[in-house]
């Protein structure tokens, strides 16, 4: 944030957008300033974010992290009473722990690499099978040019034009 309000306290700022709906600006004041934040994808640039109040908000949903020790699972119930407590008829929703969301977020990434391993093994099985299926045909013609007189080191299509030339 120093970046953009060049030190000044961000909490008694005021920023303007004009992106909210078209012809109609909006202020809002900041009330929450975090690090840099990834929230496209989990291996995007990241960027700086604010909190805005939430009757303020552009986008009218809301989330929320806890850093905490412990089973994350535990942590569900009193979060829950706490929410409520403060807005009652506040359902939580997708209450998930922080690996599994970052491991969502990788889930297509992880799939296509996996399906590029796969690729590449049915690949090189392919290859491997279709060298073993050519390999017997390739030993005959080579038994056949040499029993013709074909010597290591001479082109087969040099072989082929004087073979034929002799023939004649």
Avoid at 72 to 98: E, Y
Wanted: aromatic share 8%; hydrophobic share 45%; with cysteine.
């Amino acid at each position: 944030m120093k970046r953009y309000l060049g030190g000044v306290d961000p909490f008694s700022q005021r920023i303007h957008v004009d992106e909210t709906a078209p012809g109609v600006p909006m202020e809002l004041r900041i009330v929450g300033v975090h690090a840099d934040v990834r929230m496209a994808a989990a291996r995007s640039d990241p960027y700086p974010l604010i909190s805005v109040p939430f009757a303020q908000s552009p986008t009218p949903r809301a989330a929320m992290a806890v850093r905490a020790t412990g089973n994350p699972a535990a942590l569900q119930r009193p979060i829950a009473a706490i929410v409520a407590s403060i807005l009652p008829g506040l359902p939580l929703g997708d209450v998930r722990p922080m690996e599994r969301v970052v491991s969502d977020a990788l889930a297509p990434e992880r799939f296509h690499t996996t399906l590029f391993a796969w690729f590449g093994a049915v690949g090189l099985l392919l290859a491997a099978v279709g060298t073993y299926g050519v390999s017997p045909s390739r030993w005959r013609s080579a038994r056949a040019r040499s029993a013709c007189g074909w010597r290591s080191g001479r082109s087969a299509a040099g072989f082929s034009v004087r073979s034929c030339a002799r023939a004649r």
